[in-house]
């Protein structure tokens, strides 16, 4: 815990600096719920569209795919799937978990734009460094990824790459695609606070 929390305090792109007010910038957003970071991303932006990936007939409710925006978030498979509240979480799952697995999924749910309050905390980027951060997470995710039903009627799984153990937790995958797209943010991330203590 302590060597997270110190691999947080150390930066990489270090002289990241978001776009001047006025310049040609896209916003993203980092959200938290205390426990798992994600990214919330447009739909469309400096020539990203993410639709094909996630289109509504993924959803349990087709009608919620015309949210204007999508939050992607790293996981380990079994943990996503069989902890769909706090309640449901087993020691034996957060073991395997943190042991290692190779069975990871891609979380996305399709959102409206994060308003003031709403917890999200926002970072301008260049198109650039945008399509940087798009490209890495595309990457995660497994070739003609198969789509798994999500909680909600507005979200779903899809498989992915990469393995997650306690060192390459969610958080991690957060902050290394920051880190791919320029932004400043701790060299190791493991937990929330070493992602949104930089925004």
Same mark, same amino acid.
């Given at each position: 815990m302590?060597?997270?929390l110190?691999?947080?305090? /150390?930066?990489v792109? #270090? !002289?990241?600096?978001?776009?001047p007010?006025? $310049?040609?910038?896209v916003?993203?957003w980092?959200?938290?719920? *205390?426990?798992h970071t *994600?990214?919330?991303l447009p739909k469309? $932006?400096a020539?990203i569209?993410w639709?094909?990936l996630?289109p509504?007939e993924?959803?349990?409710?087709? @009608?919620?795919?015309?949210?204007?925006?999508?939050? =992607?978030?790293?996981?380990?498979?079994?943990?996503?799937?069989?902890?769909?509240?706090?309640?449901?979480? #087993?020691?034996?799952? &957060?073991?395997?978990a943190? =042991?290692g697995?190779d069975?990871t999924?891609?979380?996305v749910?399709h959102?409206?734009?994060p @308003?003031p309050?709403d917890?999200?905390?926002p970072?301008r980027?260049?198109p $650039?460094?945008?399509r940087?951060?798009?490209?890495? /997470?595309?990457?995660?995710?497994? !070739?003609?990824? $198969?789509?798994?039903p999500?909680y909600?009627a507005?979200?779903?799984?899809?498989?992915?790459?990469?393995?997650?153990?306690?060192?390459?937790?969610c958080? !991690?995958?957060?902050g290394?695609?920051l880190a791919?797209?320029?932004?400043? &943010?701790?060299?190791?991330t493991p =937990?929330? &606070?070493?992602?949104? @203590?930089?925004?």
């Amino acid at each position: 815990m302590l060597a997270g929390l110190l691999g947080g305090l /150390i930066p990489v792109n #270090r !002289d990241w600096r978001p776009p001047p007010p006025g $310049a040609e910038a896209v916003t993203i957003w980092v959200e938290s719920n *205390g426990v798992h970071t *994600g990214l919330i991303l447009p739909k469309a $932006a400096a020539g990203i569209d993410w639709r094909p990936l996630a289109p509504p007939e993924h959803l349990r409710d087709p @009608r919620y795919a015309r949210r204007s925006h999508l939050s =992607f978030g790293w996981g380990e498979r079994a943990f996503y799937l069989e902890t769909p509240t706090w309640a449901d979480v #087993r020691p034996a799952t &957060v073991l395997v978990a943190a =042991f290692g697995s190779d069975r990871t999924l891609m979380h996305v749910d399709h959102v409206d734009r994060p @308003r003031p309050g709403d917890g999200a905390r926002p970072i301008r980027l260049t198109p $650039a460094q945008y399509r940087r951060l798009a490209a890495h /997470i595309r990457a995660g995710f497994a !070739d003609r990824p $198969a789509a798994l039903p999500g909680y909600f009627a507005y979200d779903a799984f899809y498989e992915a790459r990469g393995r997650y153990s306690a060192i390459r937790t969610c958080n !991690d995958w957060t902050g290394r695609a920051l880190a791919a797209a320029g932004a400043r &943010v701790g060299a190791w991330t493991p =937990f929330p &606070v070493t992602v949104t @203590r930089w925004f």
